[in-house]
Every structure is written in structure tokens, then in C-alpha cells.
């Protein structure tokens, strides 16, 4: 059995929790058997309906007993910046003899880089874990934090055919935009980003944008918007199912992601699989699926983001090459049957790790 251990997952919504329920339900139709372990409660009527089984536990004890009556073959635990459940399973499974798989969803910037070193010093990470990082600029950081650790690249995973649309022209310049609408994402830098392209256009290009998603932010974002009169081309969606994103991006001629924190960015990988051209940062874990004017377009400032978008705007027949791309090429690395492959490496790595280990497996777990 593979066990998914996670401080955060459904009902509350965000890329750690997607991918989470879409690695799980992508294992299960492979064949394997797995279940999710989470600190996160259920809400009332909104549990969801899961091909695989949900526990939701609320205390280490609980969580202690749980693993030893699953006895799982490996523990896969899912960490972001701060996640102490998951520090808390990792920690336990390596003391019950589990192989540990731990997979790093985030960017560390230096402080939770220092936090992460010592953690790794004391509990002998490098000896005893197998780390994966979801994107090339995340395994830079990890290797940084906790140098030696066996660090494996693997991505979020899509499944190519679930996001591919019929494209419907709009008959002006459709922005989009999805994400949570948290500090980290940027969501008035988003905002500033576009209203320097409309300025910068000056009606040379009409544009419209769609931002989707919910968050603290979304009453500063629509003050924003009425004091600087943009509400009249920027619309404030709200958060949306996945057919509801393909619809939008059914009529999307550009994505944009201002942060210079993606991990990942899986709205973005989303986008470029439904054949949008991808606005996004250097340095992020973006850039190991975006190719510079092949899938999108990648900027270091924030200057640079508006002349970006400014270019994709004027430039149509670069625009239309691009989206002609992205929707013939499937983004086949990030495909699930290769993730689920790289991380079956990853589990028997762990599990010869484990073997290896000077910890014992406790008497009470064999006995179990």
C-alpha cells in the first residue's frame, strides 16, 4: 500500500491538495493500492467522493496507530514551507521501519532553508529519506538545505487529454489568469503587470482579462481595480471547477503568472496543455515545462513581464505559432504514466533505504 501523508487536501482547494487527490486517484487506476492520511477535517457535506480511502486523523497517537495497522510499503509524505503533520509522519514512519519517500511542494528562501538543514542534521534525512522536489528551481533549494539528501526531480502530473478545448475567438485579447488569490501569488502585481499593458498598448490592442480564483485578497484586488478604472476589462471570476477553467480558457490568448514563488505551477502547465500561450518569471519551476518562444514567454523583472505581454499582444502570428504548439505537442514528461514510473523508482530507492537503515523495525509493527 501507498500511503499519502499531507497536512492539507480536499475539501480546502490548492495545488498541493490537486495534485495530492490526482496522483492518488492516477495510482489507484493503475492498480495500486493507496489511501490518503490528512490533519485536514472533513466539512460537512463536502467530503468529496474518492476512488481511494480518506482518513482524517487529528492527533499523533491516532496517526501512530493508523500506520501500524496499514503497515504500508511506503509512506509518501507531501511537504510545503511549514507543515508539521507532515514533518511529524515523516518522522514517525522512518521510527516504525516505513520506507519514506517526502516530496518538497514549495520554494525555500533562506530562512526555511536554515529551519529545513537542521531539521534534516537531526533527524538524519540523508541517511534514512528519499526527497523528490516538484520542479528543477525547487531541487536547487532542497540541494542547498539539505546537501547530500538523495533529491529526485519529479513533477506535477496532468493528464493531457482532460485539457485539451476547442478554441473559440473572442475578437479581442483574452488575458487569464488562475490561482489563489494569496500574497504569495502576486495577485496585485498581477494587477499592476496589466494595467501597465493596457497603458503601454493605449488601445493599439483591446484586452480583456479573466482572473479565476478566491482568496483573502479579493477585496483589495476589486479596490484596486475600481481606483484605477480598470473594472471594466478585468473581471474577478471566483474560483472555478476544472470545466469551468476549460471554458475560460477555451477563449484565452494568453496566460500570465507574475509570482517569482511557482514551484510548479500547475494552472500554468494547464493552460500550455490546452494550447494558451504561457506568460511567466525565470527562475521558477515554470521554466522546466516553458520553453522561451516555444511554449510562452519568460521574463526576470517586472518590466520585462509587461513588455512581454505587450509583444504576445502586438504579435499575432508569434502568438498564433506558439498556440498552434502547444496544442499538437503534449507536454509528455508531465504525463502520469511517466510520473507514476519515476516515482515507483523513487519508492524501491526507499525502500532499499530502509533495508539499509540502522533503524530496526519495532517489535509491536511486525507483530501488528
Known amino acids: 500500500m501507498i ?14 491538495e490537486i495534485h495530492v487527490e490526482s496522483l492518488a ?41 493508523l500506520l501500524l495497522a496499514l503497515r504500508p510499503a511506503v509512506a509518501h509524505v507531501h511537504m510545503s514551507v511549514f507543515s508539521p ?15 519514506v519517500v517526502l516530496t518538497v511542494h514549495s520554494m525555500w528562501d533562506l530562512p526555511v532553508r536554515w529551519c529545513y538543514r537542521s531539521i534534516g542534521m537531526i533527524e538524519r ?12 528551481a525547487v531541487a536547487h533549494q532542497v540541494e542547498r538545505a539539505l546537501p547530500g539528501v538523495r533529491n529526485v526531480v519529479v513533477a506535477s502530473g496532468i493528464a493531457p487529454e482532460q485539457w485539451r478545448v476547442t478554441a473559440r475567438s473572442s475578437g479581442d485579447l483574452h488575458v487569464v489568469s488562475v490561482g489563489r488569490l494569496a500574497f504569495r501569488r502576486r495577485p496585485l502585481l498581477l494587477l499592476k503587470v496589466l494595467r501597465g499593458v493596457h497603458d503601454r498598448l493605449a488601445g493599439e490592442v483591446t484586452m480583456r482579462v ?10 483589495v484586488m476589486q479596490w484596486y481595480l475600481r481606483r484605477h478604472g480598470m473594472t471594466d476589462w478585468v473581471w474577478l471570476a471566483g474560483p472555478r471547477d476544472r470545466r469551468g477553467v476549460l471554458d475560460v480558457l477555451a477563449t484565452a490568448d494568453v496566460y500570465l503568472n507574475v509570482t517569482r514563488r511557482e514551484a510548479f505551477g ?24 516553458i520553453e522561451h518562444g516555444r511554449e510562452g514567454l519568460l521574463a526576470r523583472t517586472t518590466e520585462d513581464l509587461v513588455a512581454a505581454l505587450a509583444w504576445m499582444a502586438r504579435d ?21 504514466p511517466i510520473i507514476i514510473d519515476r516515482l515507483r523508482q523513487c519508492y524501491a530507492i526507499a525502500r532499499q533505504t530502509s533495508r539499509a537503515s540502522d533503524l530496526t523495525r519495532p517489535a509491536e509493527m511486525a507483530a501488528a
Not at 503533520?85 to 520506507?99: D, E, T, V
Not at 479573466?210 to 477585496?219: D, I, M, N, P, R
Open 266 to 289: 500547475l494552472a500554468a502547465l494547464e493552460a500550455r496543455t490546452a494550447g494558451v500561450p504561457v506568460i511567466a518569471r525565470t527562475g521558477t519551476g515554470v521554466r522546466d515545462f
Open 25 to 65: 486517484r492516477a495510482q489507484v487506476a493503475t492498480g495500486d493500492d493507496v489511501c490518503v492520511i490528512t490533519a485536514v477535517a472533513a466539512r460537512e457535506g463536502h467530503d468529496g467522493q474518492f476512488p481511494f480511502p480518506v482518513h482524517r486523523v487529528t492527533g499523533a497517537q491516532q496517526l501512530r496507530g
Open 210 to 219: 479573466t482572473v479565476v480564483g478566491a482568496g483573502a485578497l479579493h477585496g
Open 125 to 136: 534525512w540523508r541517511e534514512r529519506l528519499v526527497v523528490t522536489s516538484v520542479s528543477t
Open 316 to 336: 499575432h502570428r508569434m502568438r498564433g505559432r506558439i498556440a498552434a504548439h502547444n496544442r499538437t505537442v503534449a507536454p509528455a514528461a508531465c504525463s502520469w
Open 3 to 16: 500511503v499519502h501523508l499531507t497536512d492539507v487536501f480536499a475539501p480546502r482547494v490548492g495545488g498541493i
Open 85 to 99: 503533520f507532515a514533518l511529524a509522519a515523516a518522522r514517525l514512519g522512518r521510527r516504525l521501519g516505513i520506507p
